[in-house]
């Protein structure tokens, strides 16, 4: 079945660092993936997506970009500040009419 | 106006009793889903309902039930309450049936059962 595999957390970076949170996955055919964000005390919220291989997807200075061939979607953000701090999950969309969501990563920005 | 609303927003209650989260969404959408996060963020899938029917159903005790009543809400009823139910409850929808074509899921804030 499909899966996704997404570092370990937890993340504690200072402001104006470079975050990377890594993520594989496993689908059958081409799955569409995503990037949510969980804020503290709140629900998921859309980060950003990419549907194809190549695809790029961004939002807020985050930015990953869809790797067909090593079945991967990283998320990359520059320059961190406090209000980044949260749980980032790396999720997919396949065949299956599921979304299926690694572990989750905390990540902390100390100023 | 929130997109996608759950009622309570938090529920302690003692083993054994039987509850229920509501959850409704106005954006339209045909596809609503129950996830289930614990106590280590991890988010798992319980059910989803299209224009009212039950297309997933994960392996879940038969001590939760989904209602959907109208395509714009989507209930989950829990009977017999254990200790191990305690955990996040998220409410979701999404326009379409999910798939590999582009579907984003919109997220409720949470539901925060305690069972004591």
């Known amino acids: 079945g499909n899966s996704v595999t997404q570092m370990e957390g937890p993340v504690t970076l200072s402001e104006e660092a470079f975050l990377t949170i890594n993520c594989t996955y496993t689908a059958t055919g081409y799955p569409s993936l995503f990037w949510y964000v969980q804020y503290p005390g709140e629900g998921l919220q859309l980060l950003l997506k990419?549907?194809?291989?190549?695809d790029k997807g961004s939002n807020k200075g985050f930015e990953a970009t869809y790797r067909k061939e090593t079945t991967s979607f990283h998320l990359e953000k520059g320059s961190v500040q406090v209000s980044d701090s949260a749980v980032y999950f790396c999720a997919l969309s396949g065949n299956d009419y599921k979304l299926s969501f690694g572990a989750g990563t905390t990540v902390t920005v100390r100023a | 106006d929130t997109a996608v609303s759950q009622t309570p927003k938090y529920l302690v209650t003692q083993m054994g009793n039987d509850k229920s989260i509501k959850c409704e969404q106005n954006l339209g959408h045909d596809t609503m889903y129950w996830y289930k996060q614990d106590s280590k963020k991890f988010l798992k899938i319980m059910f989803s309902y299209n224009n009212k029917e039950l297309i997933i159903n994960e392996t879940v005790p038969n001590r939760f039930s989904p209602k959907s009543p109208d395509k714009a809400h989507l209930n989950l009823h829990i009977n017999s309450l254990e200790l191990g139910d305690s955990a996040v409850y998220f409410c979701a929808s999404s326009r379409g049936r999910g798939g590999p074509v582009l579907e984003t899921q919109y997220f409720g804030p949470g539901t925060r059962l305690l069972v004591l």
């Open positions: 990419a549907t194809k291989a190549d």
